[in-house]
């Protein structure tokens, strides 16, 4: 009998057939009997029935997709499931391979990762969330946005936008920037714990030399459609009560430094929530709107749909309208980023490197890694959306692709 492997999360699409097999990443099997499939592989069934289905469903369709046998082949090498006839079969010759235990840390070129992210987010999941969501909990966080809203519009606050100890800001802003990233991932923990997933490790390392966060949320693919969309925005609620207090903070400190540092960060802040909430860059506005369509490989059909029409090939048109208006507002809010990031930080930057080596070498570290990630992004945008490469869709027609 074939079936589901042990720790398989999976879910039905419009699209397909969304597969998440344990420490592996999502996985899209599009084919137009997907949906009889996984009911199938729920229950256990045969070689023979599971391919006749497959091939059954593709002859009503109106592209050729991959055959059953193919398919099946595919899963049992990508571990999504399991043929219960092999698993059975005695070890002739009475070895057995020795499972390696699970590392609690490891470190790869995306940086340090380690497990256990998810108990702190059960622990918060099941003693903060409910006082959050409870009335008293959204009256308050309500009555913090409205003040950090009116603390915004107010304006900069009257005083030096610099404090005699520039490299001070500059590292203060930075342990402020750490903690309030941390509490963004987090909170993605958080919300797929609630809605029953697991994240399955969190990572610390480097983005052009800066320090980034991660985790890794790839259960909430699975999970039923408005939870998915929760989750993807639930760092961005968190980053509009930090954005919040940091300009509250800003108007009622009476510390020049405690001020300058704030409303630098509050401003930068609004800026990269805007940008991480439009659906155009690959962040979380972007995948909750791709959960919301439930179109789990937005992003890249539109980059192919969109270099298609350039080409003059026939490509759907509201995802080639789609690509084509993430690369422009893409390049837009970057650009615009930018543009603000210098309103609130220029005069930092400026102070910096007229001070000392100390100074200089703190404006470096601010200046350095958000030119060369803003450069990345621009480069990336165009070369992902000009490249000529077969739309997910149509390229692997009928085939376990990722997601």
Known sequence: ??????GVRWRVSKRGLVLVPPDAD???LEHPGAAPLADLLVAGDTRDRLIGALDGAARTGTETPVPGTELIDQMLDAGVIADDAVDEQPDLDGSEEPVAPARRWTLNRSGLEFAGIEVPARFLDRYLVPVLISRVGLGVLGAVVLAGVVALVAGRPAGPTVSSHPAVDGLLGFLVVLVLAAAHELAHAVALVHYGGTPRRAGIGFYWGSVCYYVDSTDAVTLPRRARVIQALAGLAVDVVAISILAITAHLSG???????FWRLAVVGLVDLLTNA?????LDGHWALADYLDEPD???RARAAFADRLRRRPSPRWLALYGGLSLAGGVVLLVGGAFVWWYAAGDLVVALFAGNVVDILVGLYVVVPFALGLLASLVGLAVETLRRGDPPASAARGAVTAA
């Open 278 to 282: 439009a659906p155009i860059l690959e």
């Open 298 to 300: 937005l992003a890249p």
């Open 255 to 261: 510390s020049v430094l405690i001020t300058a540092v």
């Open 1 to 6: 009998m074939i079936r589901f492997n042990d």
């Open 26 to 28: 999502a996985m899209l």
